[in-house]
């Protein structure tokens, strides 16, 4: 198993669900922590260790972005107008690395990444390698026409696990995709329940 595997299925067993509903997931056949103390009976959590959690689960859940990011990320939903989870929320699925993932051009958050890192994407025309970069509603991304033979795009255009959310428009025959619109919490299609409510609790104390 490569490092990134292993270190992703490790957030799933960390926080007890298979929070990207990957069938490979080792939570779907063992439901405990990592590391030898891993099928200890957990205590019942605090406020404090519930928003923690919350915390840690959403910023997994986008390939474990830093704390920092994270913060900045919030600071900026606490600032404009509007209720801020559900801003946090926008923000995060603006993130162009989240584009890559939704419009299914490749399997994994992670892979997205790499893949922008890598420089295989392009914004309105103009290469961007920023995964975090925040896409404007109406922006056009599409893939470089060199890396539309890559495999990993071949196969995750094909998956059957996810669907492409209704804000995201995508052409897979040209490998391009277009912001349509910013989601409210009740559009993302997480598998599991996230609580950005939790999160600004957080960040207030």
């Known amino acids: 198993m490569s490092k990134r595997h292993s270190v992703k299925y490790k957030i799933d067993r960390r926080l007890g669900e298979n929070i990207w509903g990957r069938p490979k997931s080792p939570l779907n056949a063992r439901a405990y922590g990592p590391g030898q103390h891993g099928q200890r009976r957990k205590g019942k959590l605090s406020d404090y260790g519930l928003q923690l959690r919350a915390k840690q689960k959403l910023k997994g859940y986008y390939g474990s972005v830093t704390e920092k990011a994270f913060k900045r990320l919030y600071t900026e939903a606490a600032r404009v107008k509007g209720d801020t989870g559900e801003n946090l929320i926008g923000l995060l699925e603006s ?13 994994t958050v992670f892979a997205a990444r790499q893949f922008v890192s890598h420089g295989h994407i392009l914004v309105n025309g103009k290469r961007v390698n920023i995964p975090s970069y925040q896409v404007k509603v109406g922006d056009k ?41 910013v989601p409210a919490l009740s559009d993302v299609p997480y598998p599991v329940q996230m609580e950005p409510n939790l999160v600004v609790e957080f960040y207030s104390r």
Request: glycine share 0%; no cysteine.
């Open 95 to 107: 993130r162009l690395d989240a584009i890559v993932y939704r419009a299914k051009f490749v399997a």
């Open 141 to 181: 991304i599409e893939v470089r026409e060199r890396s539309k033979q890559l495999a990993v795009l071949i196969e995750a255009t094909q998956l059957a696990e996810r669907d492409v959310p209704d804000y995201v428009e995508v052409d897979h025959n040209k490998m391009t995709a277009t912001f349509a619109r």
